[in-house]
Nanobody, 120 residues
Framework: QVQLVESGGGLVQPGGSMKLSCTKS????????MGWYRQVPGKERELVAT???????NYADSVKGRFTISRDNAWNTVYLQMNSLKPEDTAVYYC??????????????WGQGTQVTVSS
């Protein structure tokens, strides 16, 4: 029902900035929230930032003050602006959409991921 494609990753120097984009196809009629998660080898996928359909945001403590999640008005694209990047931000970043598949059930849709590498 919902398909997600991330873009914008790559190599960036510590202290630099990068903006990720997540383009969505499919209906947002039953959208609960969209967000960004990241994962490194050997570790669980962790929340980076989320935005609910009511525009409430939530950030991981490790990125507060540095990352900002935003979207276009139609929820076609969700962005993650990353500033003051650190080597520990290196990960594969995944876009997520959580939506109701029925009135009482929800599902998560995930993008394919985009690599972000913070290194000199």
């Amino acid at each position: 029902q919902v398909q997600l494609v991330e873009s914008g990753g790559g190599l960036v120097q510590p202290g630099g900035s990068m903006k990720l984009s997540c383009t969505k196809s499919g209906s947002t009629f039953r959208l609960i929230a969209m967000g960004w998660y990241r994962q490194v080898p050997g570790k669980e996928r962790e929340l980076v930032a989320t935005m609910t359909s009511g525009q409430s945001t939530n950030y991981a403590d490790s990125v507060k003050g540095r990352f900002t999640i935003s979207r276009d008005n139609a929820w076609n694209t969700v962005y993650l602006q990353m500033n003051s990047l650190k080597p520990e931000d290196t990960a594969v970043y995944y876009c997520n959409a959580r939506y109701y598949s029925s009135p009482r059930e929800w599902l998560d849709s995930w993008g394919q991921g985009t690599q972000v590498t913070v290194s000199s």
